[in-house]
């Protein structure tokens, strides 16, 4: 047995964001790019751990919206679509590239990539993602998790009904897709208030996720720290809490790895490198400049954007390997100190955005691949393990009641609740009230009255996104964020009014329908007493 073990977890999430009534969308690229640089990455490597023989465990958290964008038919065939715009491009690119070695080496790397994906996507995985992932999942080498709905704060939704509903929604979408019930729930924003374990245990979640505080901070204090879950009084619910150390080495892009001068440079794109005449045709109709996933130089160093130098991939794949070893030494030391300290062996959990793996961080995928290698073969004290995995050997823990928390910039609300944003809270909540007002009123609708019923509960969960309160926080795409806190109101409001007067216009609904198309199995009765 080792004398310890590591959990990485990835939370892979994006809003719903799907709009027909559009040839194109811009936002709908937050979709495409995290398939082509995170998930497409991150399913060959696991093709590679098992054609390797390799013992490895990972965890990742699929939110329901991510599912049913990865799902949908029309984004599907939208991101081939996408593939084939960039293949064009990355063809030409092989043509004006030709007489220099060190970009044309990259511009055919990144053609290779392209035709991988859509080979991936379309042959392998039949246009859907989720079946890789439930591959994995059956083979037992991947534990997967849901998440609340539509990724609705907790911490800032007091309706318990709405509550409720985000989370056994979760749920309900997770088995749909992957064929059983989840075992752990992602909360949002790791957004954790006393009583939402409650909600998870009557919906058979056994754990969940806080932030390093959300347990060392719990009464009473936990012995073991971070590196062991606490089970809530009453309900036994798991909490795990992120490690602070072995978290900060790859999110932090100063002091972690990703700020690397060998790795690649996110912000520096042929989108906007080369001529608007020679990219456009690969932008969207509005003809803005966007990011296209061509990059072909390093971070290099501080400074003017200007003056980075070329990629060199090699170079970039060794500091991988060095970093991947870095962090593996610095765990089994991490563990060979704990372990003197603990009545069971330590575990350290390690979690992280998905899209940092690939999108943001372009070599990401290859460094969780050498990560997981070294540590089933360089070394027998810290090996991988799923926080499941871990309850299952390790049952017992200590009782102790986490605070609310989150693991946002201070770790509590300021992100979600900010002079910027704050405005969204009082329609939020109010048409949180309304919904359970409408379920309690309506025991037997009529079909088209439930049909109403059900889409009302759609545009409450897609309202209550916490995607939309960061979005304005940070002020990166702020006025489609308040938008869509705004669309998704008036729909509600519109259809409550059209229920309450008995006058649905079956037009309007189908065409809320049409666009909001997630959760096709939802059932608005989820809000009643």
């Given amino acids: 047995m080792p004398m310890g073990y590591l959990s990485l977890?990835?939370?892979a999430h994006l809003p719903f964001v799907r709009?027909?009534?559009?040839?194109?969308?811009l936002e709908e690229d937050w979709l495409f790019e995290a398939i082509s640089e995170t998930y497409i990455p991150l399913l060959e490597m696991m093709e590679g751990l098992e054609r390797d023989q390799v013992e490895w465990k990972l965890?990742?958290?699929?939110?329901?919206?991510l599912a049913a964008m990865l799902a949908d038919p029309l984004l599907q065939y939208r991101y081939v679509r996408h593939l084939d715009s960039l293949l064009s491009l990355s063809h030409k690119e092989l043509e004006r590239t030709r007489w220099n070695p060190e970009f044309l080496a990259l511009a055919e790397m990144y053609h290779a990539r392209f035709q991988r994906c859509k080979q991936l996507f379309v042959n392998k995985y039949g246009n859907n993602l989720l079946n890789g992932f439930k591959y994995y999942?059956?083979?037992?080498?991947l534990e997967l998790m849901t998440c609340a709905a539509t990724h609705g704060f907790m911490p800032l939704m007091p309706n318990e009904r709405a509550r409720r509903a985000q989370i056994e929604i979760g749920c309900r979408e997770f088995e749909r897709h992957f064929g059983r019930r989840p075992q752990g729930i992602w909360l949002p924003e790791c957004g954790y208030v006393p009583g939402v374990d409650r909600l998870l245990k009557d919906a058979g979640i056994r754990y969940f996720f806080v932030e390093t505080h959300g347990v060392l901070h719990a009464k009473p204090r936990p012995r073991n720290g971070v590196y062991a879950p606490v089970a809530c009084p009453e309900t036994g619910v798991a909490a795990f809490a992120r490690d602070a150390e072995s978290s900060k080495q790859v999110w932090s892009s100063i002091e972690g790895y990703p700020g690397d001068a060998a790795y690649r440079e996110f912000y520096r794109d042929v989108g906007f490198d080369l001529d608007l005449d020679y990219v456009k045709p690969h932008l969207h109709s509005l003809g803005v400049r966007t990011n296209l996933g061509i990059k072909y130089y390093r971070i290099t160093g501080p400074g003017d954007l200007s003056q980075r130098l070329p990629y060199d991939r090699?170079?970039?794949?060794?500091?991988?390997?060095?970093?991947?070893?870095n962090f593996v030494f610095y765990r089994e030391k991490?563990?060979?100190w704990l372990a003197g300290q603990m009545d069971r062996p330590p575990l350290i959990v390690a979690p992280y955005d998905a899209e940092l793996f690939g999108h943001w961080w372009f070599e990401g995928p290859e460094w969780i691949n050498f990560l997981l290698r070294k540590l089933d073969s360089d070394q027998d004290t810290v090996k991988s393990l799923t926080p499941r995995e871990y309850l299952d050997r390790f049952a017992g823990g200590q009782e102790a009641q986490p605070p609310m928390s989150t693991w946002g910039a201070n770790g509590y609300n300021e992100v979600w609740l900010d002079p910027s944003n704050d405005w969204i809270y009082p329609h939020l909540h109010e048409i949180a009230d309304r919904m359970t007002a409408l379920a309690d009123d309506n025991p037997s609708p009529s079909p088209l009255r439930r049909r109403a019923l059900n889409q009302a509960a759609r545009e409450l969960l897609l309202a209550q996104a916490s995607d939309w309160a960061f979005i304005i926080k940070t002020a990166t795409m702020a006025e489609?964020?308040?938008n869509r806190t705004k669309w998704h109101v008036h729909y509600?409001?519109?259809l409550e009014e059209q229920i309450a007067a008995d006058t649905i216009d079956e037009g309007f609904l189908a065409d809320l329908e049409a666009r909001h198309n997630l959760f096709p199995e939802i059932d608005f009765q989820l809000y009643s007493e």
């Fill in 19 to 25: 709009h027909p009534e559009y040839d194109d969308c």
């Fill in 59 to 65: 965890t990742i958290s699929v939110s329901p919206t």
């Fill in 314 to 325: 090699r170079a970039a794949l060794r500091k991988a390997a060095e970093h991947a070893a």
């Fill in 480 to 482: 489609y964020a308040a």
């Fill in 137 to 141: 999942f059956e083979r037992g080498n």
């Fill in 334 to 336: 991490q563990v060979e």
């Fill in 492 to 494: 509600f409001l519109r």
């Fill in 9 to 11: 977890v990835l939370h």
